[in-house]
């Protein structure tokens, strides 16, 4: 599917610092929605997104609708794993995979309106084009991990990660870390296991490899 004409991408790579309000917004709102259950502030989100101001090779990308006042309507951010937390590369590591390889997908953020029209998987290539860029052969991204029968998921609810499948990732159960944030109903937060989807942009094999051979071929 094609992206709308009125949408255009800005791509940064350096002072974010003056839209990173707009990026807290979306995650605010979209965040709060199922499978996260987002109960955030802006004080939270400072705090988060001052990684993306502070890491070396961090990546923002914007999507911007014209016909809405050029609205930030969608947003995309990524970060060399190695400028993480190191709770993000004991999994890695773990696994026999060099997290100095990894290009870490924050996230994909897009207003529900703009979803299915081909921005998704503009936002994806233009993460990956940056980890080809950084000499990073491969891209992870982390999704929370939920119940069939959780009581908050919606009637007829598709996963994200349908993208991801789409893009070539692999869903890793042995890469999983615990992330702990407050969900809309929690009087403190709780922690929630994160699971990684993982795609070789230099091919497969190398992946696989350091993976043990488990690869198999889909906020915060």
């Known amino acids: 599917?094609?992206?709308?004409?009125?949408?255009?991408?800005?791509?940064?790579?350096?002072?974010?610092?003056?839209?990173?309000?707009?990026?807290?917004?979306?995650?605010?709102?979209?965040?709060?929605?199922?499978?996260?259950?987002?109960?955030?502030?802006?004080?939270?989100?400072?705090?988060?997104?001052?990684?993306?101001?502070?890491?070396?090779?961090?990546?923002?990308?914007?999507?911007?609708?014209?016909?809405?006042?050029?609205?930030?309507?969608?947003?995309?951010?990524a970060v060399p794993l190695v400028a993480e937390d190191a709770d993000f590369l004991r999994p890695f590591a773990a696994a026999g995979i060099d997290p100095a390889t990894v290009l870490y997908l924050g996230e994909a953020l897009l207003e529900d309106e703009y979803q299915s029209r081909g921005l998704g998987g503009e936002l994806l290539s233009q993460v990956e084009a940056h980890a080809q860029a950084l000499g990073l052969p491969i891209v992870a991204a982390a999704m929370v991990v939920r119940s069939e029968d959780h009581p908050q998921r919606p009637r007829g609810w598709r996963s994200p990660s349908h993208l991801l499948e789409r893009r070539g990732y692999v869903m890793h159960p042995e890469l999983e870390i615990t992330l702990s944030w407050q969900e809309i109903g929690?009087?403190?937060?709780?922690?929630?296991?994160?699971?990684?989807?993982?795609k070789g942009l230099e091919g497969q094999s190398r992946m696989e490899n350091g993976a043990g051979g488990s690869a198999v071929r889909a906020p915060a």
């Open 1 to 77: 599917m094609s992206v709308p004409s009125s949408v255009s991408f800005q791509t940064l790579s350096g002072d974010f610092g003056p839209v990173l309000g707009e990026v807290a917004r979306l995650r605010l709102s979209l965040f709060r929605e199922f499978p996260y259950l987002y109960d955030g502030t802006e004080e939270a989100e400072a705090a988060h997104l001052q990684t993306y101001v502070q890491a070396p090779g961090a990546l923002l990308v914007l999507a911007r609708d014209e016909t809405a006042g050029g609205r930030v309507v969608g947003a995309c951010t």
């Open 186 to 198: 929690e009087s403190a937060p709780s922690s929630k296991p994160m699971r990684f989807w993982v």
